[in-house]
């Protein structure tokens, strides 16, 4: 679907009606992401504000495994966010427009429609008790020097690090699974 005309050609909408500049993916060196398909995707649960999250079974399997070994080693783990749609993504772009705010600072902290890896079921937001919001200070809890140390152990890997050339800012909550040998 990531090459599909008819998704492309939607996608061009959307970013046009969003003010997205035409050079986005290219200047910022971002993938293409297909939606996964609904029959791919599995629960994993609630977030903490009542919305059901879903990734694809094994990268849901994945998270559950390395949820419970944190658990067990006293560290807890919430999933916030995780699969999310190229409607969904345009949602939250709209409602951060609608606040005022400029396309270019939005782009800072939400990928734009298409290009969000959580299209792809694999991506997962993490936090932790007190640390639910998805803001840098994450960084500083116990559960993020865990997933520093033990999340590629589960496949998973921090996208958006300090510094990253996609100009997304360094957000410390979003981890990618990509080793789709890991369970």
């Known amino acids: 679907m990531g090459s599909d005309p008819a998704y492309l050609s939607r996608l061009r909408d959307l970013h046009g009606q969003l003010g997205i500049p035409a050079d986005y993916s290219a200047a910022r060196r971002l993938t293409l992401h297909a939606e996964a398909a609904s029959n791919e995707l599995v629960e994993i649960g609630v977030n903490p504000d009542g919305r059901v999250l879903e990734l694809l079974a ?27 749609s190229v409607a969904r993504q345009t949602e939250i772009i709209r409602r951060k427009l609608g606040d005022g705010k400029p396309i270019a600072e939005i782009l800072r902290y939400v990928a734009a429609p298409g290009f969000s890896e ?11 008790p007190g640390f639910i919001d998805l803001e840098e200070n994450f960084e500083s809890t116990p559960a993020f020097n865990w997933l520093q140390r033990r999340a590629v152990g589960f496949g998973f890997a921090m996208s958006y690090p300090r510094g990253s050339e996609s100009g997304i800012s360094y957000e410390p909550w979003h ?9």
């Open 118 to 128: 959580h299209h792809t079921g694999r991506a997962i937001d993490i936090g932790c």
């Open 175 to 183: 981890w990618l699974w990509a080793d789709l040998g890991v369970c």
């Open 58 to 84: 094994p990268a849901a399997i994945a998270w559950r495994m390395m949820r419970d070994v944190a658990a067990r080693e006293g560290v807890e783990l919430i999933a916030v966010s995780a699969f999310r």
